[in-house]
């Protein structure tokens, strides 16, 4: 293993003090050209890499963002990272990626720890249930800003990235109606987030525009994870009588609620029809390929990252909350129930409609 070139044996190899060596590696005094084309010839020479984080740490200010993701094994995070990475590279920033597995307490000790390290602004996508924006209020008040994304906790006025949940949710129950369904259900996620809420929000919308009336027990709360997603869906599908359509408020606890059709022997879409919510890449490919809202994760992940960046230039200045669209991405797991089948012809398998927030920015109140 190679032992790291330090300034001293630059200073040695130039002729001159570390603090001439320091001067011009951090450009934080005027050096006698000379005197700094030798300590840059011994750099190159030497193969001398400075510490960023030091430099950073004596800045106050590194080049580095703090992110903090809700469950990593969640297939729809990595494209949101991923945007975030690619518009932070380009700004010769890197990033720091803290997973939270959920936990509020886990969460907000790494908001805390995040700031030790100096980072230039954080964006995170608050865990369930986490009223962090106290801690998170901590960021901007030491002049560090601060990204929500996808969600954003109790009381946080600051900025954010969100999607068009609402109106992706009506979308798709808008969808089913139209297939014929009347006897709907719903697979919430946890209603202690702002983006599960919005999605309840927006089945509940289009069934009163219908006017259709559902039983209570047709809205099952569970978890955004194909486990919560599955025992949900036998609660409802053992239900008498059973729904004949479930929205699923993300594309995992709809893969659950695919594998509880399939161990009681329902079919999907003749017996029972399944969307989804998020797209994910491979809902194409499953057995039958899910109908879902598509939600733009690699977009969600590089518009924060701008605005982040944006409000580090100084470019903004009163707090703002940015809407993207949805879309309904039509597949094979819906089709007419079973009565209307028999009355009308089998509808078309695959196709997109565009579900366009009201507004695709607004300040925070």
């Given at each position: 293993?190679?032992t790291?070139v ?5 200073a040695e190899?130039?002729r ?5 060596v320091?001067h011009v590696?951090?450009e934080s005094?005027?050096?006698?050209p000379k005197?700094?084309e030798?300590?840059l ?5 030497m193969g ?5 984080l030091?430099q950073?740490l ?7 963002l703090g992110?903090?993701?809700?469950d990593i094994?969640n ?8 945007g975030?990475?690619?518009v932070?590279?380009?700004r010769s920033?890197?990033?720091i990626l ?9 969460e907000?000790?790494y ?5 030790s ?5 954080l964006?995170?996508i ?10 998170l209020?901590?960021y901007t008040?030491?002049?560090v800003?601060?990204v929500?994304?996808d969600?954003v906790?109790l009381g946080?006025?600051g900025?954010?990235v969100?999607?068009?949940n609402?109106?992706g949710?009506a ?7 139209e297939m014929?369904?009347?006897h ?8 202690k987030?702002t983006?599960a809420?919005?999605r ?5 919308s289009a069934l ?14 569970a978890?955004f ?6 025992r949900?869906a036998?609660r409802?599908l053992?239900m008498?009588?059973r ?14 609620a695919l ?9 999907c879409?003749e017996?029972?029809?399944i969307?989804g919510?998020d797209s994910l890449?491979?809902?194409k490919?499953?057995?039958p390929?899910?109908t879902?809202?598509y ?7 590089a518009?924060a ?6 409000r580090?230039d100084?470019?903004?200045?009163a707090?703002e909350?940015?809407l993207l ?10 089709a ?5 089948q028999?009355?009308?012809g089998?509808p ?7 579900g ?9 109140q």
């Open positions: 293993m190679t790291p330090t300034m001293r044996q630059i190899r130039a001159v003090s570390i603090g001439t320091s590696i951090n005094a005027g050096v006698r005197l700094r030798r300590v010839e011994a750099i190159r020479s001398y890499q400075p510490s960023a030091a950073g004596r800045k106050n200010r590194t080049n580095i992110m903090v993701i809700p094994t297939p729809f995070f990595p494209g949101v990272v991923r975030v990475e690619d932070a590279y380009k920033m890197r990033v803290c997973n939270a597995d959920n936990d509020p307490a886990k907000a000790s908001v805390r720890e995040l700031r390290y100096h980072i230039a602004g964006l995170i608050p865990a369930a249930g986490a009223d962090i924006a106290g801690h209020r901590a008040s030491a002049s800003p601060a929500c994304i969600r906790p946080w006025k900025d954010a969100l999607v068009a609402a109106d949710a979308l798709a129950t808008r969808h089913l109606i014929g369904h009347r709907l259900a719903v697979i919430a996620g946890p209603l987030l983006n809420e919005e309840l929000n927006g089945f509940m009163k525009e219908a006017h259709i009336k559902i039983d209570p027990e047709f809205v099952q709360e978890q994870n194909t486990e919560s997603g599955y949900a036998l409802l053992r008498l009588p729904p004949t359509a479930i929205l699923a408020c993300n594309d995992l606890m709809a893969f659950g594998q509880a059709a399939r161990e009681l022997k329902l079919r879409p017996d029972i029809s969307a919510f890449e491979f809902t490919f499953t057995d390929a899910l879902s809202v939600q733009p994760g690699y977009q969600l992940g518009t990252a701008r605005l982040l960046l944006q580090m100084g470019m903004r200045s707090p909350q940015i669209p949805t879309e309904l991405m039509k597949r094979s797991s819906v007419r129930p079973p009565d209307v028999q009355r009308v089998r078309s398998r695959s196709s997109k409609v565009s366009k927030p009201k507004g695709r920015s607004r300040s925070s």
